[in-house]
T-cell receptor, first 115, second 116 residues
Framework: NAGVMQNPRHLVRRRGQEARLRCSPM?????VYWYRQLPEEGLKFMVY????????ESGMPKERFSAEFPKEGPSILRIQQVVRGDSAAYFCASSPRTRRTDTQYFGPGTRLTVL | AQKITQTQPGMFVQEKEAVTLDCTYD???????LFWYKQPSSGEMIFLIY??????QNATEGRYSLNFQKARKSANLVISASQLGDSAMYFC?????????????FGKGTKLTVNP
């Protein structure tokens, strides 16, 4: 059973470009979460999605960031017009249900560098 | 207000000894879950152990155990018989619910170094 897959593992963008980060949850998991980790910091929640629905986006910046989890295919975190402050590790996690006991399993992360 | 506090930025332990990593939390919920994750230098986040607020027994997973003191709102991770491969960042996290947000709230982490 493959774990959570994220690609690319490393992404370099120039200021003003777009970044697209992909996440395929574990088989059987229908809940996807995105987190951001700045250098020397813990992870900060960004958004929680189920198939075709955004459930909680309280951690997403209001501008330039969007996320989707279509019926078919991976979840996508999209950052438009990237700035240097967007440089961070972006982690995706998945879980099978929403009970408090359900562990969120993390992917390997995408390291975004904005030049 | 910070919900998860890890007061030890760095810890050192000798190989084969036990080490305790501290975590205190703040919540008004009666139902919540506490998690520990390990992040080695390669960067991935590895789930270690889970403790539910209603669980009466302290959680254990191999060499990992969680010292859960509900009245003190602490959930310390104990690693027994440390190994060199245990050197990593360790993050404590909390999930509130049911009915609360589904997100995990993380502490800032503790960097553990295991010396030979």
């Amino acid at each position: 059973n493959a774990g959570v897959m994220q690609n690319p593992r490393h992404l370099v963008r120039r200021r003003g470009q777009e970044a697209r980060l992909r996440c395929s949850p574990m088989k059987g998991h229908s809940h996807v979460y995105w987190y951001r980790q700045l250098p020397e910091e813990g992870l900060k929640f960004m958004v929680y999605l189920q198939k075709e629905n955004i459930i909680d986006e309280s951690g997403m910046p209001k501008e330039r960031f969007s996320a989707e989890f279509p019926k078919e295919g991976p979840s996508i975190l999209r950052i438009q017009q990237v700035v240097r402050g967007d440089s961070a590790a972006y982690f995706c996690a998945s879980s099978p249900r929403t009970r408090r006991t359900d562990t969120q399993y993390f992917g390997p992360g995408t390291r975004l560098t904005v030049l | 207000a910070q919900k998860i506090t890890q007061t030890q930025p760095g810890m050192f332990v000798q190989e084969k000894e036990a080490v305790t990593l501290d975590c205190t939390y703040d919540t008004s919920d009666q139902s919540y879950g506490l998690f520990w994750y390990k992040q080695p230098s390669s960067g991935e986040m590895i789930f270690l152990i889970y403790q539910g607020s209603y669980d009466e027994q302290n959680a254990t997973e191999g060499r990992y155990s969680l010292n859960f003191q509900k009245a003190r709102k602490s959930a310390n991770l104990v690693i027994s018989a440390s190994q060199l491969g245990d050197s990593a960042m360790y993050f404590c996290a909390m999930r509130e619910g049911p009915g609360g947000s589904e997100k995990l709230v993380f502490g800032k982490g503790t960097k553990l170094t295991v010396n030979p």
